[in-house]
């Protein structure tokens, strides 16, 4: 069964019900067991890139809409410090987001090779 971030089963979710006004924003999130039953289809067919990315989306439906989007603006190449970086994946870690924590600090060192960092 596929499920809204509400708790919602996907069947309830449609155009009628959302014409009546009966929807809300959780009902049309995806939940993050979802995300990792996509992830688990990938896996099986042999992407474990989208499963990785499914994964990390997993963690972050959990996470506030600012913070992802400070998440996006923090990573933009010559945004971020070395050390604000790190203290952005330590934040994710004690989410729990610890895939998205672990991109944030391959970034890192990846922009400060390529001279990218603030």
């Known amino acids: 069964m596929t499920r809204a971030f509400s708790g919602r ?7 009628d ?6 929807l809300d924003a959780d009902d049309v999130r995806i939940h993050p067991d979802t995300l990792e039953a996509q992830a688990q289809v990938a896996e099986a067919n042999h992407n ?14 959990l996470v506030p809409e ?13 945004r971020s410090t070395a050390a604000e970086l790190e203290a952005l994946a330590a ?7 610890p ?3 672990a991109l944030v600090r391959e970034a890192a060192a990846v922009y400060e090779r390529r001279g990218l960092l603030a």
């Open 99 to 101: 895939l998205t924590a």
């Open 9 to 15: 089963d996907s069947a309830e979710l449609t155009p």
């Open 66 to 78: 600012a913070k992802v989007l400070a998440l996006y603006d923090a990573l933009r190449p010559h």
């Open 91 to 97: 934040s994710l870690d004690s989410t729990p987001a």
């Open 17 to 22: 019900r959302l014409a009546l006004d009966e």
């Open 48 to 61: 474990p890139q989208l499963a990785a990315n499914l994964r990390r989306a997993a963690e972050l439906a």
